[in-house]
């Protein structure tokens, strides 16, 4: 495939003030994680001692993003091996650990990894495995994303401008991101136009954290309120919608942020490209198709409330979906470190050709 003049352009991309900081790592023995929960105030590190405190760091989404939770999960089982000796113990810690949240595939694909070189091989063996999951994160996200950008540039242009919801950026992976990653690499070829990002209620991992990634990185950006996303499409304003994405099944349904399905009827409806970027380990062949996967459902204060600040009535009911399930006949392109998917077009991520 002929690489298109645009896309051999290569810019500096400016990163801000310790941007290129990671997410998650291991050091002196324990995890050191970002607490998204205090972006975009303030930049403040976890330091993870306990399976207790890792799990807790997960459920309130400290530690988001299914690359990120993926590697979380590895990391939590070398964790559990040096905390917990007692086999009994360590079994307990180990299957809280991979039911922290039920939706993205990656947290327990990195427990099940890391579990099965630590029962093979033992408690060193288990933190190396751990750190090549880190370390293949890192690997992964930079080759899907500078697949994503040629495949935007071979497809759309050689000027792209992308609308995106909630943050598939690198606070969701070790350091580079998914759809932000292939942002950063159309900034890096001189192909990036705008972004368009979507706030994401009811956690504003969009207006928290995306645009916070953004102003970092010097892209240009617009925030809009979710329900604003399907017009900017209407209005022609973007050439495509990149999100990333909690778990693909076998026959191409993509599950993401709730928010995401409704975005892919408006790309549809506008004829622009839904591109889907993540990395192999959030693919899923064991699970035949969206209508198989746990839609976790998530504590209604936090659609009813912002902090101490009552949204709704008390005692309102609601139903707080943290994902949705976008079909396959929306989805355009699966971008992965591998291969690009065409699930509209009837590719299959179980297409035994492409998974070679
Ligand atoms: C790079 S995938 C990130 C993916 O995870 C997010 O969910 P959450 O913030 O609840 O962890 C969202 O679905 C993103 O697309």
């Keep these: 495939m002929d690489s298109p003049a645009a896309f051999d352009v290569k810019i500096e991309s400016p990163g801000g003030e310790g941007y290129d900081m990671r997410t998650i790592d291991w050091r002196d023995d324990r995890i050191v994680a970002i607490d998204q929960t205090r972006l975009p105030h303030e930049v403040e590190f976890l330091e993870i001692d306990t399976v207790e405190d890792l799990i807790a760091a ?210 549809a409806r506008a004829g622009v490209p839904m591109v889907v970027a993540a990395p192999e380990s959030t693919v899923d062949l064991a699970t035949p198709s969206g209508a198989d996967v746990h839609i976790e459902v998530r504590d209604p204060e936090e659609i009813t409330a912002l902090g101490a600040v009552a949204l709704a009535p008390k005692g309102t009911g609601t139903l707080n979906y943290a994902f949705d399930v976008t079909p396959a006949d929306l989805v355009t392109a699966i971008v992965t470190e591998r291969r690009v998917i065409l699930p509209a077009a009837g590719g299959r991520p179980d297409d035994p050709i492409s998974r070679s």
């Design 58 to 267: 997960i459920r309130s989404l400290a530690i988001r993003g299914a690359p990120a939770i993926g590697v979380a999960g590895a990391l939590g089982v070398a964790l559990a091996a040096r905390r917990h000796p007692e086999p009994a113990e360590l079994r307990a810690a180990v299957d809280a650990l991979r039911a922290a949240r039920p939706t993205a595939v990656n947290l327990a694909w990195g427990v099940d990894r890391v579990r099965a070189r630590l029962d093979a091989e033992g408690t060193e063996a288990a933190l190396d495995e751990a750190l090549a999951v880190l370390a293949e994160d890192v690997r992964c996200c930079r080759e899907l994303s500078e697949r994503g950008a040629r495949w935007l540039v071979e497809t759309v242009g050689p000027q792209v401008a992308v609308q995106t919801h909630c943050n598939a950026g690198a606070l969701a992976t070790v350091e580079w991101g998914t759809a932000l990653g292939v942002v950063r690499s159309l900034q890096e070829h001189g192909a990036l136009t705008h972004v368009y990002a979507s706030e994401t209620r009811p956690l504003l991992q969009g207006a928290r954290l995306t645009v916070w990634e953004l102003a970092q990185i010097g892209v240009p950006h617009t925030l809009v309120v979710d329900s604003a996303a399907a017009s900017v499409l209407a209005q022609g304003r973007v050439d495509a919608v990149v999100v990333g994405a909690d778990r693909i099944t076998a026959n191409g349904d993509v599950i993401n942020k709730v928010g995401t399905y409704p975005l892919a009827l408006a790309a």
